[in-house]
């Protein structure tokens, strides 16, 4: 069991826990994640560690209430504890001195560039990080994410906060002009896409985090699985980060949406309504399957 020992609401749909886990604290780098089940029956869900602590023993993370399981989250109080908490698990980013490191964050992904910025600075860098969200009420961490970039750019889509932009209008005014040894960026998966569209033209690589739908989280599953320069790899153990220029990201937009009905359901119903329904899905997709296959054995191309 872990215990929750903070938790701060960063906006209404964005909520901080500090968790005690002191074996993952004392292992934990920036760019790791960990799996975590809030109670028995509960299903794994990878987050982030978005800051940790090996001397209290505390791990950060930083969680958008998009669905059934971050939504009992944000229920927990101070106090509650965590059945299963794994990690850290995922490779750790590369840290070194590259130069000029430009770091993007789009909405809950401020939170997982935090580390990877802080320990570039730390390292020497000149960052200049670009963080962006839809509307200001979403936006934080602005003064964290300053304390550790040379330069902090804000944007919102509607221009509450900062420029009213998206995040590749700052980042494409930079690449202009300047000489950016690196890009980093981690949000949603469509705006990774953009950033990388964007960098491609200036030759600038690319650093993404990529957020596939994980059970396991140790490569046994393959339910992780994307596609990088055309090669099959598992977001679990392979990354998650990867060359974003090589990440085919309308596969990993698609894998992503392929349970937004039962997701939707199980947000919705009880225990047992959902086993009901998933009934009516299986049958479903059955029929659908057979019907797929009755007209490919018609088609003259069948075979
Ligand atoms: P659901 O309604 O079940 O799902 C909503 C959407 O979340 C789905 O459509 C799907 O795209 C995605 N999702 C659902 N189940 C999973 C799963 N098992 N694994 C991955 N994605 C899933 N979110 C944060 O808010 N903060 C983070 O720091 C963070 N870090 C992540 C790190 C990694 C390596 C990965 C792979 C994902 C991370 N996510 C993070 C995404 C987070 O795991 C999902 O938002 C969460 O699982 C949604 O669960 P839900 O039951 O609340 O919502
Ligand atoms: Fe199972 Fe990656 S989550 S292989
Ligand atoms: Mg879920």
Known sequence: MFKILKKEDLSEQITLFDIEAGDIARKAKPGNFFILRTHEQGERIPLTIADFDADRGTIT?????????????????????????????GNHSHIENFGRVICVGGGVGIAPVYPIAKALKETGNTVTSIIGARTKSILFWEEKMRNVSDDLIIT????????????????????????VDLVIAIGPAIMMKFVCK??????????????????DGTGMCGGCRVEIG???????????????????????????????????IAMNQTEEK??????????????????SADEGAASPCAG
């Open 156 to 179: 919102t889509d509607d221009g509450s906060s900062g420029a009213k932009a998206v995040v590749t209008v700052p980042l494409e005014d930079i690449l202009r002009n300047d000489k």
């Open 61 to 89: 993370t930083v969680f958008q209430k998009v669905g059934k399981t971050t939504h009992h989250m944000g229920t927990l109080n101070k106090g509650d504890f965590i059945t299963d908490v794994i990690g850290p698990l």
């Open 230 to 264: 055309g090669e099959t790899k598992y977001t679990c153990v392979d990354g998650p980060e990867f060359n974003g220029h090589e990440v085919d990201f309308d596969l990993l937009m698609n894998r992503l949406q392929a349970y937004i009905p039962e997701e939707n």
């Open 198 to 215: 964007t960098t491609e033209k200036y030759r600038v690589k690319t650093i993404v985090s990529l957020n596939s739908i994980m059970i």
């Open 274 to 291: 959902v086993e009901v329904k998933y009934n009516e899905i299986n049958k479903r997709r059955k029929k659908s399957k057979a019907q």
